[in-house]
């Protein structure tokens, strides 16, 4: 009897060895991924987050004096530690070991379903596009990301046993989270609802329920503290507060956002017409919810369904951006994870293999994009304008236009002409920014007198971040 035993537990050391073999393997490979993509000119938000930085004369003055929602406080830290003329690699390089670091906590919280949810969740924070893509820029995301997932492993852990290693894990997770990104606050929320509806699932009373979730959103209460503090501070001692455009919410925006989401980490197309992405995404969520267990599936069900419910019940502007509900990644690769388990243990080997290569080529053909384009290389458009010197230039986005060319504009040849004098002074370029794929019509702007314009060249980007180019010149540019 105890040589069957000492034979079982050998057999789960070794079978635990190898998982953390292909885990180590996996994290490698996540970290060479994300190098890869890091090259290429900085997008737009990069730009901004550098130009912040740029002139303070200490790194205080990013924790209380820079009320911008684009300061992602532990990300401008880095960015001003190494400077804005730092090779482009090193300014990406803090999001790229964050990123790096999320493949061993996925996991960590995948492995509690199997060890072959434990590899599914570590080739997913490998290799997905969301992760790579936001693991390879210096923006706040690969960090929050990492700390999603190191917040659920806490919970899971507080949910088993109540300890105060738990309770504090979960507190620093959201406290370094929202110095990475504020999104992380209502991301902790969605968590914090979560168990206690896990908590009743399991049984326990509503007063228990109660009592428990006190635990849990009191940490995550104190975990906020930080970030919020500073932001209050930095709006105290400058009596301003720099937002970005605040678009109106739209039904349709928010499910383009989310469907994004679903093809960013699942590797579906992109460019699927909106209703038949929703119809998709639906089913691929209702098969997972056919095939696994229904305590299993109330954290990731949680973590689809209440930011979106949230957004469209208060109306919430910018829902277009998939990036501020990354919360929902945690739940997809959680019910991934689950799935190949599931096929795994039933021997389903047409079904597993045949997810996973669906995983693979899907996402490989969304950062074979990211690699080739990245996210709009700039300097190439600046020399094709100024390869004859000193130019003009209109746009119809010029604030975001003239910061992404000026920064790789040292000589200042470019002058941006604003559409009110395009009748005065027609540019000798017209810059179509954020829709490259768009014809540009013969005649445009204030009583139609800027055109005809021809087109020079087209700067595509990957999908989720960077912006998209079509440079078009005037036939005969004025003297």
Known sequence: MRDIRTQAETGARLEDRRVWIAVAALTVAGFLLRLACAHGDLWLDEIWSVNHIRNLANAGAILWRLPSTNNHILNSLWLWIIGSKAPVVLIRLESIIVGTLTVPVAALLCGRSGPVAAITGAALAAGATIFVQYGSEARGYAGLLLMIFVAAEALECFLEKPSTAARFGFAGAVALGALF?????????????????????????FAEVL????????????????????????????????????????????????????????????????????????????????????????????????????????????????????????GLVLLVSDVTQKFWRQRCWAALFGLGGFLLV????????????????????????????ATTFGTNMPLETWVSLHFYDPRGALTLVQSRDWCARPPNWYVLTDRPGEKLPDAFGPGGCAGPYRLATVVERAPLSGLGYALYHAPHPPR
């Open 181 to 205: 990104h504020l999104t992380m606050l209502p991301a902790a929320a969605t968590l914090t609802a979560a168990t206690l509806l896990r908590s009743k699932f399991r049984g326990r009373s």
């Open 211 to 330: 009592v428990n979730g006190l635990d849990p959103a009191l940490m995550g209460i104190i975990g906020a503290a930080p970030a919020l503090a500073l932001l209050a501070a930095s709006i105290l001692n400058t009596h301003r507060i720099e937002t970005g455009a605040l678009t109106p919410f739209s039904v349709t925006a928010l499910g383009q956002s989310l469907t994004s989401l679903y093809a960013a980490t699942l590797g579906l197309p992109f460019d699927l017409p909106l209703p038949f992405a929703l119809l998709l995404c639906l089913g691929l969520t209702g098969l997972a919810v056919l095939l696994l267990a229904p305590e299993r599936l109330v954290l990731p069900l949680a973590t689809l369904l209440l930011p979106a419910a949230f957004a469209a019940l208060t109306r919430a502007p910018n829902v277009q951006y998939p990036r501020f509900y990354l919360i929902a990644v945690l």
């Open 362 to 389: 899907g996402n490989a053909i969304h950062l074979e994009k990211l690699f080739v384009f990245g996210r709009g290389n700039i300097r190439p458009l600046v020399a094709r304008m100024e390869h004859d010197g």
